[in-house]
C-alpha cells in the first residue's frame, strides 16, 4: 500500500516569503506617499483648476476680446500691430492672433519683462475694423498664469520643475505599487472602523481611477525638464518624416529650434515641432543689417501678404475649430513662423516657416510629418488639457484629479491615524535579504525608465541605510 505523507511545513516558506515581498513593497509605498503626496496634492489642485483656463479667461476678458458688432471688413495686421506697438513702443512683437470671427478682436502679444520657459509677455487687443486699441492685458500677473506657474515648476524655476518631475514619476510608483498590494492583500479589512472605512475609500478610489491616474501623469512628463528631454531625443532618433516643401533650406551653423521662437502658452508650436531646426530667410538684400528681434526688415513682407502667401499650404484650419498664429521674424536672417492650433484634434496642426522676403513656405510641418511617438504624445497632451473630445475629456481628467487628491488625502489620514506616538509609523523593514534585494532590483528598473525617480530611490535606500545604524531613528523608521 502506496502512502502519502502530507508536509505541511513545506507551504510556510512560500508564506512567509509572500508576507516578506508584501512587507517590503508596502514600506516603499508607505515612504513613497509620505514624501511626494504634498507635491502631488498641489499638482492635482492646480491641475484641475486650469483645466477650465480657456472658458475662464473667456468670461474675465471678454470686454477686450470681444467687439460690441462685428467688423465687417478688417485693417491690415501690419497696421493693427502699429497700432498694438504704441502702448509699449519699443518692445518686440512675439506674436499676432488674428480673429477667429467677425466680432472677436486681433491679439498682439509684445514682449514682456520676463524671459524663459514660463516667460509671459503684454497681450494688446486691437479692433480689426479701425485698427484702435480696445485693451491690454499682463499675462505674466494673470490668475491662470500664476496656476500654471505653479503646476510647472512650483514658482521655483528649474529646481520646481525638477521637483516636478520626481513627484510625478513616484505617483507612477505609487499606483504599481498599491495594484500590488491590493492585489496580495492577505487580508480583507471590513469597512467597520473609521481607519477601514478610509483603506476602503483609497482601495476602490485607486483601483478605479488607477489607470487614468497613470494616463494623466505619462501624458504630463512630456512637458517635464528631464524625461521630456530625453523623450524629445528619442522622437528625433527614432525619426519622423522630413518636414515637406521640398528639399529643406540651409541654416545657421547651429540652427534655433522651433521650440525656442516663443514660450508663450498661447503662441508656440506644438511639442512635436519643438525641435523643428529654423531656416534662414533666403532672399536678403540687407544681410549686413542687424536690428532687434521681432521688428521687421526693410525690404521684408508685411504681415498680411505674409500669412496670404502660407494660407494654400495650409491644410486644414476651419476658424470655427482652429486658430492660427504668426510669431514674427527675429532678425535679418529670420522667418515668418505661422502655426495652426486646433482646439481638439491635434492632427490639424501644423507649423509653418516662411521666408519673411519672398514669402516662400520654407518648412511645412504637420501630421503627415509626425512620427508614430510624436503622434501619440499631442494626442495624450490634448487629452491631458481636457480639450480633445470636449465635456466627456474635461469631466474624465477633472475626475482623474479628484480621485488623485482622494488618494492623498486618506493616504495620510489613514498614516496618521496608525502612527505609534514618536514614531513614523512605517512598516516594518524585511529581514529576508533575497526578497528586499527582489523588489529593489524591480525598483530598480522604474529608476531607469525615470532617471529622477532612480536618483531619489538610491538617496531614500542610502538614508534607510544610514538611520538603520543610529538607534533612536532606527526605531522611529521602522
Partial sequence: ?????????????????????????????????????????????????YLFKEPLEEWRYQDVRTLSAPATTARPLSEQIAAAQQVRPGAAVMSVIPPKAADRTTRVILQGADTGP????????????????????????????????????????????????????????????????WWTSPRKRRATSARGRLLRLHTMTGVGAGAVVVFLVLSGLPWSGVWGAGLQSLQETTGSTTPSAGDY?????????????????DAKVPWAAEQLPVPDSQDDPHAAHKSAGGVLQPGALPVERALAAARPAIRDCPAAECDVKILLPDGAKGVYTIVTDPRRDPSAAQTLHVDQYSGRVLVSYGWAEYGLMAKAVEQGIAVHEGRRYGVANLI???????????????????????????RVGAPARVTNRRTAYGVIAIMAVLGVLFPLAGVTMVAVLALDLLLRRIPRPARASG
Avoid at 399 to 422: E, F, S, Y
Wanted: one cysteine or more.
Fill in 396 to 422: 474624465l481628467m477633472l475626475g482623474a484629479c479628484l480621485a488623485l487628491i482622494t488618494l492623498i488625502v486618506t493616504g495620510v489620514w489613514m498614516w496618521w491615524k496608525r502612527r505609534p506616538r514618536g
Fill in 249 to 265: 533650406p540651409s541654416a545657421s551653423t547651429v540652427p534655433a529650434l522651433s521650440g525656442d521662437l516663443s514660450h508663450h502658452p
Fill in 118 to 181: 514660463f516667460a509671459e509677455g503684454l497681450s494688446v487687443y486691437v479692433n480689426p475694423a479701425t485698427a484702435t486699441v480696445t485693451g491690454q492685458i499682463d499675462d505674466s500677473a494673470t490668475f491662470m498664469r500664476v496656476v500654471r506657474t505653479i503646476h510647472g515648476e512650483l514658482m521655483a524655476g528649474v529646481a520646481g520643475d525638477r521637483v516636478v518631475e520626481i513627484a510625478a514619476c513616484w505617483a507612477l510608483i505609487l499606483v504599481a505599487t498599491g495594484t500590488y498590494l
Fill in 1 to 49: 500500500m502506496t502512502s502519502v505523507h502530507v508536509r505541511p511545513e513545506t507551504t510556510q516558506p512560500v508564506t512567509a516569503t509572500s508576507s516578506q515581498r508584501y512587507r517590503a513593497v508596502w514600506r516603499w509605498h508607505f515612504y513613497a506617499g509620505l514624501f511626494v503626496a504634498p507635491v502631488l496634492l498641489v499638482l492635482a489642485v492646480t491641475g484641475a483648476i
